[in-house]
């Protein structure tokens, strides 16, 4: 089953910022989209639900030290990146 990703203006903003702090970083980035496109469930991207204020969120991992937060429409199938960074920077307030 392949999911479709859906980018929003705020996200794709996020993530232009993120891609010219970090240009290391950009092919773990297109790496962590394809798979999470393919199979958001694939064990590499750690994928897991959060609590409190983001209950209805979820995070998958770049690496170590990046996050991809996303909201994950199962029904339909759909992907919606929200936020990209750091842990800090993704998780908080």
Do not use: C
């Amino acid at each position: 089953m392949s999911y479709q990703l859906v980018f929003t203006d705020s996200y794709l903003k996020r993530a232009k910022k993120f891609a010219k702090k970090h240009p290391e970083l950009k092919q773990q980035y297109l790496k962590t989209l394809q798979v999470l496109e393919l199979n958001p469930f694939h064990p590499a991207l750690r994928l897991h639900k959060l609590s409190g204020r983001l209950q209805y969120v979820y995070s998958v991992s770049i690496n170590l030290s990046y996050r991809i937060t996303i909201e994950l429409m199962i029904e339909d199938e759909q992907i919606i990146p929200i936020n990209v960074g750091t842990h800090q920077e993704v998780y908080r307030p």
